[in-house]
């Protein structure tokens, strides 16, 4: 029996004192030498001068360093009961399921997307054709929740789900509303499912951490946040704000149309814009931090529109035009990750100055970026990681043909006559997801 895939050794012809064998599950037996070449251990822990002994571990392993679960070189078994290796196999268990999860979210956000940027199409539209919506009568002659009438009070100065729960119940007989106010729930359940608290990582994390606080370790176990794929949670807070935005700006329309008294406060929502830009800044998220500024000016000038006391020169005015030069500066330092994004600046700068409503539409080049993560879904060109571990796509055969900037932390990516840039890694294991998904 071979027992050394190196050297095509027999059991008999190893010297077991000098390099002992080791039976996995499967039965086979493998020389100690062949397992640790196998699993790269060299990667992983620190060897003496002689390259024999392990004498500490190496400070981290990167996210996605490893390729996959190795398996017996004879049968192709798993090899992760070999306490030996338990290190190296948990972190590729980690990665796999960490892919795993950025398949999932991506199929799951990709349709949401579209069926925003239709609400928002669908709710200007009807804006603009029905001007009193609130009036006692729907176009289908349904009657409309007497809780709206003219000359009436609607307070909104509560949280967002409040405000959205407060819509639901006015215009309980509206179905344009409804149907709009179930997709922000869905949205809401998708941005809940994608949060840092429910990704892979950060759950053993927390059963580790739980594990030692009742054994009586007090030491913290390091954070790797790196591991967290934060895009999609980022993807989902600005498509929360897109469809509470939309909602709660057709509503007030429809207020000031009927003469509805309403007491607004944003506050919760510029808090929310606040903390999205802070988390883009750390994340190196350029285009979702200028979606967090868009918004933090947009709910300022949609409130201004019912008070009184936001007139130019005002503190939450001031702020407002910071957001937008911000938003303005990062257009012009991050031209193909803001692509687009200079008109909606400008757009937002109209509404504030004049506090005239306005249904920011999803701009053509966000559209196509959302068509080719479709595509890419569907199987066509080929996925990526960037030097930094982010996942992307080359679309048409999969070869690159020109160069551009990771869209999650601007690091180079593509590269020119089929030549990939220096760090770039073919994401075998990410085609692999998605084309067993069969969409």
């Given at each position: 029996?071979?027992?050394?895939y190196?050297?095509?050794l027999?059991?008999?012809?190893?010297?077991?004192?000098?390099?002992?064998?080791?039976?996995?599950?499967?039965?086979?037996?493998?020389?100690?030498?062949?397992?640790d070449?196998?699993?790269s251990m060299?990667?992983?822990?620190?060897y003496?001068?002689?390259?024999?002994?392990?004498t500490?571990?190496?400070?981290s392993?990167?996210?996605?360093?490893?390729?996959g679960?190795?398996?017996?070189?004879?049968?192709?078994?798993?090899?992760?009961?070999?306490?030996?290796?338990?290190?190296?196999?948990?972190?590729?268990?980690?990665?796999?399921?960490?892919k795993?999860?950025?398949v999932?979210a991506n199929?799951?956000?990709?349709?949401?997307a579209?069926?925003?940027?239709?609400?928002?199409?669908?709710?200007?539209?009807?804006?603009?054709?029905?001007?009193?919506?609130?009036?006692?009568?729907?176009?289908?002659?349904?009657?409309?929740?007497?809780?709206?009438?003219?000359?009436?009070?609607?307070?909104?100065?509560?949280?967002?789900?409040?405000?959205?729960?407060?819509?639901?119940?006015?215009?309980?007989r509206?179905?344009?509303?409804?149907?709009?106010?179930?997709l922000?729930?869905t949205?809401?359940?998708?941005?809940?499912?994608?949060?840092?608290?429910q990704?892979p990582?950060?759950?053993?994390?927390?059963?580790?951490?739980?594990a030692r606080?009742?054994?009586?370790?007090?030491?913290n176990m390091?954070?790797?946040?790196?591991?967290?794929?934060?895009r999609?949670?980022l993807?989902?807070?600005?498509?929360?704000m897109?469809s509470?935005y939309?909602?709660?700006?057709?509503?007030?329309a429809?207020?000031?149309d009927?003469?509805?008294?309403?007491?607004?406060?944003?506050?919760?929502?510029?808090?929310?814009?606040?903390?999205?830009?802070?988390?883009?800044?750390?994340?190196?998220?350029?285009a979702?931090k200028?979606?967090?500024?868009?918004?933090?000016?947009?709910?300022?000038?949609?409130?201004?529109?019912?008070?009184?006391?936001?007139?130019?020169?005002?503190?939450?005015?001031?702020?407002?035009?910071?957001?937008?030069?911000?938003?303005?500066?990062?257009?012009i330092?991050?031209?193909?990750?803001?692509?687009?994004?200079?008109?909606?600046?400008?757009?937002?700068?109209?509404?504030?100055r004049?506090?005239?409503?306005?249904?920011?539409v999803?701009?053509?080049e966000?559209?196509?970026?959302?068509?080719?993560?479709?595509?890419?879904?569907r199987?066509?060109?080929?996925?990526?990681?960037?030097?930094?571990?982010?996942?992307?796509?080359?679309?048409?055969?999969?070869?690159?043909m020109?160069?551009?900037?990771?869209?999650?932390?601007?690091?180079?990516v593509?590269?020119?006559?089929?030549?990939?840039?220096?760090?770039?890694t073919?994401?075998?294991?990410?085609?692999?997801?998605?084309?067993?998904?069969?969409?």
């Amino acid at each position: 029996m071979v027992v050394d895939y190196i050297e095509m050794l027999t059991y008999g012809e190893v010297n077991l004192d000098a390099n002992p064998c080791i039976v996995p599950d499967c039965g086979h037996i493998i020389t100690l030498e062949n397992l640790d070449e196998l699993m790269s251990m060299k990667e992983f822990y620190e060897y003496d001068e002689r390259g024999e002994t392990i004498t500490g571990i190496k400070s981290s392993s990167e996210p996605f360093s490893i390729s996959g679960q190795k398996n017996c070189p004879s049968c192709r078994g798993p090899l992760r009961n070999i306490n030996r290796y338990s290190r190296i196999t948990r972190r590729a268990w980690i990665d796999e399921a960490t892919k795993k999860f950025i398949v999932w979210a991506n199929a799951k956000f990709v349709p949401l997307a579209a069926q925003v940027k239709a609400l928002e199409e669908k709710l200007k539209s009807y804006t603009q054709t029905t001007r009193s919506p609130l009036s006692p009568l729907t176009s289908s002659g349904s009657q409309l929740s007497p809780l709206i009438f003219l000359g009436s009070h609607v307070d909104f100065t509560n949280d967002q789900g409040d405000q959205i729960q407060r819509v639901r119940t006015l215009t309980e007989r509206t179905e344009v509303f409804q149907s709009a106010i179930r997709l922000r729930f869905t949205v809401r359940r998708f941005f809940d499912q994608v949060d840092k608290k429910q990704q892979p990582f950060s759950q053993i994390y927390d059963l580790v951490q739980d594990a030692r606080r009742h054994r009586g370790i007090q030491h913290n176990m390091a954070w790797m946040p790196d591991m967290l794929q934060l895009r999609h949670r980022l993807l989902a807070s600005v498509m929360l704000m897109r469809s509470d935005y939309a909602i709660l700006a057709t509503f007030l329309a429809s207020c000031k149309d009927n003469k509805v008294k309403v007491n607004v406060n944003f506050s919760h929502q510029r808090k929310d814009c606040v903390a999205l830009v802070n988390e883009c800044q750390a994340r190196d998220q350029p285009a979702n931090k200028v979606e967090g500024h868009l918004f933090f000016a947009r709910f300022i000038a949609l409130e201004r529109g019912f008070t009184d006391s936001m007139p130019e020169g005002s503190a939450p005015m001031i702020s407002a035009h910071q957001h937008l030069d911000e938003a303005e500066a990062l257009c012009i330092r991050y031209p193909e990750q803001t692509a687009g994004m200079v008109s909606e600046v400008n757009d937002a700068r109209t509404m504030l100055r004049d506090s005239t409503f306005y249904m920011p539409v999803s701009n053509e080049e966000k559209a196509q970026v959302y068509a080719a993560m479709a595509a890419d879904f569907r199987g066509t060109g080929h996925w990526y990681y960037c030097a930094n571990g982010h996942p992307f796509t080359i679309g048409e055969c999969g070869a690159p043909m020109q160069r551009s900037r990771c869209p999650q932390c601007g690091s180079m990516v593509g590269g020119e006559r089929h030549q990939l840039v220096e760090g770039i890694t073919r994401a075998n294991d990410l085609e692999a997801q998605f084309g067993a998904l069969r969409v």
